[in-house]
């Protein structure tokens, strides 16, 4: 028996749901024609929550190509980058990322690389984004002149059928896991 026939066998005895991987799909929706922008979903992880006394730690960018009326026909490469911080970085930090000092050590982001990437966006998303914000105009100060959307508080997840806004549960209520806490991923 493969492994989709047993989640199928599970779920169809009404006592077990089974989450799936989070797969990214890269052409959500076939191109049509329609006016396009490019938009950047962004994520940061960090040493602790004030951006005037922590540091990113990790920062990743996916960039999207999405028509006026929100529809996403295309899913750009990844920009990830890791970053050692002034100071270790706190086991607590180490205990919900994952990442530890071995891990950024003489790693680096190049704030103008960051730019560059960047530039062409139309729009910045990030899942709050009054905490990712806060450090990346601080890092970067193109994201000062950027506007930006928080798919947090801007979507209404609870007329979705959602309990809760963490990024976790969202997946977990969609049938989905994934690794969390890892700016890639979130």
Same mark, same amino acid.
């Not at 191109?31 to 396009?36: H, L, N, Q």
């Given at each position: 028996?493969?492994?989709?026939?047993?989640?199928?066998?599970?779920?169809a005895?009404?006592?077990?749901?089974? +989450?799936? !991987? +989070?797969?990214?799909?890269? /052409?959500?929706?076939?191109?049509?024609?329609?006016?396009? !922008? %490019?938009?950047?979903?962004?994520?940061?992880e960090?040493? =602790?929550?004030?951006?005037?006394?922590?540091?990113?730690?990790e920062?990743?960018?996916?960039?999207?190509?999405?028509a006026?009326? =929100?529809?996403?026909?295309?899913?750009? =490469?990844?920009? /990830?980058r890791?970053? /050692?911080?002034?100071?270790?970085?706190?086991?607590?930090?180490?205990? %919900?990322?994952?990442?530890?000092? $071995?891990?950024?050590?003489?790693?680096?982001i190049?704030?103008?690389?960051?730019?560059?990437?960047?530039?062409?966006?139309?729009?910045?998303?990030?899942?709050?984004?009054?905490?990712d !914000?806060?450090?990346?105009? !601080?890092?970067c100060?193109?994201?000062?002149?950027?506007?930006?959307?928080?798919?947090?508080? /801007?979507?209404?997840?609870a007329?979705?059928?959602?309990?809760?806004?963490?990024? $976790?549960?969202?997946?977990?209520?969609?049938?989905?896991?994934?690794?969390?806490?890892? $700016?890639?991923?979130?």
């Amino acid at each position: 028996m493969d492994l989709k026939d047993m989640a199928q066998r599970l779920e169809a005895s009404g006592d077990y749901r089974v +989450l799936r !991987r +989070l797969v990214p799909r890269r /052409q959500p929706h076939l191109a049509d024609g329609s006016a396009t !922008r %490019i938009g950047l979903f962004v994520d940061v992880e960090t040493t =602790g929550l004030d951006p005037v006394q922590h540091e990113i730690i990790e920062l990743a960018m996916v960039p999207f190509t999405y028509a006026l009326d =929100g529809r996403i026909f295309a899913v750009g =490469g990844v920009f /990830q980058r890791l970053r /050692q911080p002034a100071q270790p970085i706190p086991p607590e930090i180490s205990a %919900i990322t994952g990442i530890d000092d $071995a891990m950024v050590a003489g790693q680096t982001i190049d704030p103008a690389e960051v730019a560059a990437f960047a530039a062409s966006a139309a729009l910045v998303i990030a899942h709050n984004a009054a905490f990712d !914000r806060r450090f990346l105009e !601080r890092f970067c100060p193109l994201f000062a002149r950027k506007p930006w959307a928080c798919s947090m508080a /801007q979507v209404d997840w609870a007329a979705e059928g959602h309990e809760g806004l963490k990024l $976790a549960y969202l997946a977990a209520g969609a049938g989905f896991f994934y690794d969390r806490h890892r $700016a890639e991923n979130d």
